[in-house]
């Protein structure tokens, strides 16, 4: 038994069907429909009950899947203490990040930071929240810095960085010119927001519901720069954090509108595995971007 072999069979019953586990662990449905075979042949149990609407894990399955999450555990921090031998001057740093930050934040750390350990490598990816958080249990990425909560309970969680999301309009629209506007007036416009999983989509329903409501939503999307852009174009009536809004309000490309009882706020901050310790590199680029917030006043 292989350790990738491992990582698949607990993919294909995390996801109930061989297509999805294929398209997370990027590899073809074959090659893991092969390797759930020959696993399956090397133990001589059936691990997998094949059907027209996916696979159902066998009670053997289910077993197997615990002791292998717990040895998958144990190698995991095997692992993260055979990196964090790595030092400073030539250490790997695995990071994973939502995009706001990594378009308006991050850029000026990692430029202080490498200026410092100029010898370190870095990966970053950069995707959703949920996503993220997949991908540093599984050790795709050491750490990461998502919006929170991550609702997750093997996660170490540190706060980092508070902002207001604020709603914007394109800067011709009807409400742009009111001093304040109440959120029944705002659920009557066309919204563009985050996909539904996302965290901030999520706050800003609440809001509305909060209030017996619900938003009017015309477009979703999950990138939020698209989204400002699309605001600009006239199509729809969005909510921002306000580090990205703030130039485009200067330059009158978009209008804030001050919403009535509006109090929402976007928290990002960093999480890892619990039973995984960071490496060297990574403690040291958690304190660097620590540093970094408070510096900036975020809370």
Known sequence: MELQQMKTFLEVGR???????????????????AQIRGLERELG?????????G????????????????????????LADVRSWGTLDRGRLRFGTTDVPAI??????????????PGVLVTINVEGSRTLVEQTLRGDVELALVTLPAGHGDLEVRSLLSEP????????????????????????????LHKPDSVTRRGIEGVFRSRGLLP???????????????????????????SMARE????????????????????????????????????????????????????
């Open 216 to 242: 009017r939503i015309a477009m979703e999307m999950a990138n939020p720069e698209a989204i400002k852009r699309l605001v600009r174009a006239g199509l729809g009536i969005s909510v921002l954090p306000e």
């Open 248 to 299: 485009d309000i200067r330059r009158g490309l978009v209008a804030r509108l001050r919403v009535k009882g509006w109090d929402l706020r976007r928290k990002s901050g960093l999480v890892w595995p619990s039973w995984r310790p960071l490496s060297e590199v990574a403690g040291a680029w958690a304190e660097h971007l620590q540093r970094g917030a408070a510096s900036k006043g975020a809370s």
């Open 15 to 33: 996801r109930g069907s061989f297509s999805a586990a294929a398209r997370a662990l990027h590899r073809t449905q074959p090659a893991v429909s």
């Open 45 to 53: 149990q059936k691990l997998f009950l094949r059907g027209r609407r």
């Open 165 to 192: 999301l604020v709603v914007v309009a394109p800067a011709r629209h009807p409400l742009a010119g009111r001093r304040s506007i109440g959120l029944d007036a705002l659920a009557l416009e066309a919204m563009i």
């Open 55 to 78: 696979v159902e894990t066998t009670e053997v399955g289910r077993r197997l899947g615990l002791r292998v999450q717990e040895w998958l555990r144990d190698m995991e921090g095997t």
């Open 104 to 117: 308006h934040w991050l850029p000026s750390r990692l430029r202080s930071f490498l200026r410092k350990h």
